[in-house]
């Protein structure tokens, strides 16, 4: 029997789900931008759940980022894969944003050791991860200050890399000895939440569908206007 596998990425602003038949890529849809995300996603997953049940087979496992990034795309992609991981019945991995967007920035650099990962929280914040590729599973995924990642960046080891929308940034002052990977790379696609959701499977690193909650690491504009003044 085929091992059916449901990759869902709606982190980014342009969001791609993907299919795996065995542990190797079916195929990749890239969710439209000029559509709502809940509606392109719902289609996408109808159509490669057909593949699945033209095969005869039935899903074995749903991986999802499950943050941080965009609020409404995270709540929609999540929601997605929980309600149908619990309604077939079938194992859910959750995958962080970034350690996407590193897995693909090393596998595209294999002479980088160490990557720093930076990404656009907005309100003046950056999403980071620093990655070393020998120990990656033990990264973890913060947020710092606009201001901050500048001096960060500026201090960053020589021969490290560097990636994420983050690190396009005008402002920033690169090190001609930092390898900037190239943008293409910056951007999470599904079918690395499948590679990666497919390690945390084989690790037995799964998440109850009813526990799986999106990690927005930070408040909403909303939550952030409701809190008090320090000053």
């Given at each position: 029997m085929t091992?059916w596998?449901l ?7 342009v ?9 190797q890529?079916?195929?990749q849809?890239?969710?439209?931008a ?6 392109s996603?719902?289609?996408a997953?109808d ?6 049940r033209?095969?005869?087979g039935?899903?074995?496992?749903i991986s999802v980022t ?5 609020f409404t795309g ?8 929980k309600?149908?991981?619990y309604a ?6 959750a995958?962080?944003t ?13 002479e980088i050791e ?7 929280a ?12 020998n ?5 973890e995924?913060t ?12 201090r960053l080891p020589h021969?490290w890399?560097?990636g ?14 930092i ?6 790379y910056w951007h999470?696609q599904?079918q690395?939440?499948?590679l990666l ?5 084989d ?7 009813l526990a799986?909650m999106?990690r927005?690491?930070?408040p909403s ?11």
């Amino acid at each position: 029997m085929t091992c059916w596998q449901l990759a869902i990425e709606t982190s980014a602003r342009v969001g791609s789900i993907a299919l795996f038949a065995d542990g190797q890529l079916d195929r990749q849809i890239e969710l439209p931008a000029t559509e709502r995300t809940a509606a392109s996603l719902s289609v996408a997953m109808d159509a490669l759940l057909c593949v699945v049940r033209d095969a005869g087979g039935q899903l074995d496992l749903i991986s999802v980022t499950d943050g941080p990034g965009s609020f409404t795309g995270l709540r929609i992609g999540v929601t997605a894969a929980k309600t149908l991981a619990y309604a077939v019945n079938c194992k859910l991995t959750a995958v962080d944003t970034l350690a996407v967007i590193g897995q693909q920035c090393l596998d595209a650099s294999p002479e980088i050791e160490f990557l720093q990962i930076g990404m656009k929280a907005y309100r003046g914040q950056i999403f980071t991860r620093t990655l070393d590729r020998n120990q990656p599973d033990i990264a973890e995924t913060t947020v710092m200050e606009g201001t901050a990642w500048s001096h960060f960046v500026e201090r960053l080891p020589h021969h490290w890399g560097l990636g994420g929308d983050a690190a396009g940034l005008k402002e920033l002052k690169i090190s001609s000895k930092i390898f900037l990977v190239d943008p293409q790379y910056w951007h999470p696609q599904a079918q690395t939440v499948g590679l990666l959701g497919a390690i945390q499977a084989d690790k037995g690193h799964f998440v109850e569908p009813l526990a799986l909650m999106p990690r927005y690491l930070r408040p909403s504009a909303a939550e952030e206007k409701s809190l008090p003044s320090t000053s």
